[in-house]
């Protein structure tokens, strides 16, 4: 099936500090999705992005849809320790009965 | 608002063994999902469901079956469990057609040995 690929596949970084990562596929998308996951839990939504070129903030976070619709970032400034976790980029094609493909995920530690 | 709820949160099964993931979700969504995640990778579709009594196969349905008797509920059935299918199982829901992302529950932990 089609592959997102994430990177990096994770970072240790101190409080403060800017972090970013990225996910690329071969294959066009009509949404791209941001998802952080705590340990124990699911992944919770923190960004959705439907248009391409879009760059959309909630808060610190700032991700934005590729131009060419087969990327996505996503920035977190001045990191925190709660910012620890697991994020995973995601994304949808219409018509795909909202199959998500979901990246490998990155995993972020912050030090104090 | 209870969202997608998962039972059990953990559970241990011998080879062979059978068992049903439950998944129920209180929000109307028709499409739900189960999906299963391994360390390392991203999360993987076995099954999905676009309203009630319709379920089709995703990514990695072998060893696993569905149903979708109600709105509310969309099971996973393990037959024969094999150490295969030790994973962290997650079910998910939206409301339908569209681009609206996934609701996701806080998953299941099965360990086969």
């Known amino acids: 099936g089609q592959q997102l690929n994430q990177s990096p596949q994770s970072m240790f970084i101190q409080e403060g500090e800017d972090v970013s990562m990225n996910c690329t596929s071969s294959?066009?998308?009509?949404?791209w999705l941001w998802y952080k996951q705590d340990p124990g839990e699911g992944p919770v939504l923190l960004i959705a992005?439907?248009?391409?070129?879009e760059l959309t903030s909630n808060g610190r976070l700032t991700a934005q849809f590729g131009i060419t619709r087969k990327d996505s970032f996503l920035n977190i400034s001045a990191s925190i320790p709660s910012d620890v976790g697991i994020y995973f980029c995601?994304?949808?094609?219409?018509?795909?009965?909202?199959?998500?493909?979901f990246g490998a995920g990155t995993q972020v530690v912050v030090t104090p | 608002n209870a969202g997608v709820t998962q039972t059990p949160k953990f559970r241990i099964l011998k080879i062979g063994q059978s068992m049903t993931l439950q998944c129920t979700q209180d929000?109307?969504?028709?499409?739900m999902y189960w999906y299963r995640q391994d360390p390392g990778m991203g999360l993987k579709l076995i099954y999905y469901s676009v309203g009630a009594g319709i379920t089709d196969k995703g990514e990695v349905p072998n060893g696993y079956n569905v149903s979708r008797s109600t709105t509310e509920d969309f099971p996973l059935r393990l037959e024969l469990a094999a150490p295969s299918q030790t994973s962290v199982y997650f079910c998910?829901?939206?409301?339908?057609?569209?681009?609206?992302?996934?609701?996701f529950g806080n998953g299941t932990r099965l360990t086969v040995t």
């Open positions: 929000m109307n969504h028709n499409y």
């Open positions: 998910a829901s939206r409301p339908g057609q569209g681009l609206s992302p996934l609701h």
């Open positions: 294959s066009i998308f009509n949404t």
């Open positions: 992005l439907y248009k391409a070129g």
């Open positions: 995601a994304a949808l094609q219409t018509d795909s009965w909202g199959k998500l493909q």
